[in-house]
């Protein structure tokens, strides 16, 4: 890929103070060679450069958590209880085929970076996403999921995910990983949970799961009564033996929390969950809209900080939050987080990539990072003490254009 030179009237690298009349030179491998004030910033003759007046530079955005697969939903699943609406998911995505799965993923990906997202960590059955990454030279880890709330599924199901990885494995490369997402407490069993959690650990895999993110799957563990227990029951399915745990509890008794853990949503956590997650050095990814959309209320991100947790925003799906805005759930994050503007960028840049076990590669603008760049338009004239705050406010067609590993993979239309 050809080098070439960025500068702009702001550059936000995010992980250091942000600096005026600033740019970035990107090497032919993709990546950052230098970057810094305008004038500091070397300019190889032989390298073509843009100037982009009136606007910043900033790090290709972070999704701590959404599901492409899922692209072409919004707007169809109508809202009702959580269990209902899970199963109405199930049964949308049951209508879909291969090329359907593979035509959202790529359209998922075009939706991302004309948002200014760059690196997803995405959650699917289907395996459309990690063939579109991989096709696309995009960035992120796709997560498989596995499902199986029977206790006596759990070796066939293991069995079937074992296959399933060593399908996608041919899809990945240094810019693109794979991991595992057995789903959540509703639809996974226990001894299933132990043994894909198990089987991670010996094969190095990330873990992504959905934990206490609604008050159904908390009374199914505590007290065996809610959509979900009913759900199960109707299928002649046995419920999550006792003692009465917490959704966070329930994970450690099986092994599954962990360093390599993405912990997705963690609404219903109390003190005590989230010392846990800290003891286990486990990574959350917030979702606060997709949260609130669905009435489960709003996470407790101000302790989950004070704890020290890594800890990135994702959107989740277009079923739940459309369209994939993560500088509007960046907003969000930062009305619960009490965070100032710098704060809630790192959410999506910075931050999310620690989260995700991506630090240093991307998400931020410093040398030896992937020249992930985005273009975002400034409503008006800034300095020093309130670019943050513009970049973050709501601007119609704020994203201008999306640059991966310094090639231009979206322009605004004028």
């Not at 289907?126 to 199986?148: D, P």
């Not at 199960?232 to 962990?258: C, F, K, M, N, Q």
């Not at 979702?287 to 020290?308: E, K, W, Y």
Request: proline share 7%; hydrophobic share 45%; with cysteine.
């Amino acid at each position: 890929m050809p080098a070439v030179r960025l500068s702009a009237e702001w550059l936000l690298p995010i992980d250091g103070v942000p600096v005026r009349w600033g740019a970035v030179l990107v090497g032919g491998d993709g990546r950052i060679v230098a970057a810094g004030p305008d004038h500091l910033v070397p300019h190889p003759p032989a390298v073509p450069e843009e100037r982009l007046p009136g606007v910043a530079l900033l790090p290709g955005l972070v999704n701590a958590h959404t599901h492409l697969e899922l692209t072409g939903f919004d707007g169809l699943v109508p809202e009702a209880d959580f269990p209902a609406w899970v199963r109405r998911v199930r049964a949308l995505k049951a209508e879909r085929s291969t090329a359907d799965f593979r035509a959202a993923a790529r359209r998922g990906i075009a939706d991302c970076r004309a948002a200014g997202i760059t690196t997803v960590a995405d959650t699917g059955d289907s395996g459309a996403v990690i063939e579109a990454l991989h096709a696309a030279g995009g960035s992120g880890i796709a997560y498989q999921e596995v499902f199986g709330p029977d206790p006596g599924d759990a070796p066939a199901q293991l069995a079937a995910l074992q296959a399933r990885v060593a399908e996608l494995r041919p899809f990945t490369s240094s810019r693109v990983r794979l991991g595992v997402s057995p789903h959540a407490p509703y639809t996974v069993s226990g001894p299933l949970y132990a043994a894909v959690a198990a089987w991670c650990a010996a094969q190095s895999l990330p873990l992504a799961v959905h934990l206490a993110e609604s008050r159904e799957e908390t009374q199914l563990l505590a007290t065996r009564t809610g959509g979900f227990a009913e759900a199960l029951a109707a299928r002649g399915i046995s419920l999550p033996d006792g003692p009465d745990r917490t959704p966070v509890e329930w994970l450690e008794l099986h092994g599954v929390l962990g360093a390599r853990t993405l912990c997705i949503h963690v609404v219903q956590a109390n003190t005590a969950d989230i010392a846990r997650l800290g003891r286990h050095a486990c990574a959350v990814a917030h979702c606060p809209r997709s949260n609130r959309r669905h009435g489960h209320g709003d996470a407790p991100l101000v302790d989950l900080l004070a704890a020290g947790l890594p800890l990135g925003v994702g959107t989740d799906s277009v079923a739940s939050v459309a369209p994939l805005d993560l500088l509007a759930e960046a907003r969000a994050a930062r009305g619960l987080g009490r965070l100032s503007a710098a704060e809630a960028l790192q959410l999506i840049t910075s931050g999310a990539a620690r989260a995700i076990g991506m630090a240093g590669e991307v998400g931020t603008i410093a040398p030896g990072a992937w020249a992930d760049v985005i273009v975002v338009r400034l409503p008006g004239a800034t300095d020093a003490a309130t670019v943050e705050e513009a970049v973050l406010a709501d601007v119609p067609g704020q994203v201008v254009a999306t640059y991966q590993a310094g090639l231009a993979v979206y322009r605004r239309a004028a």
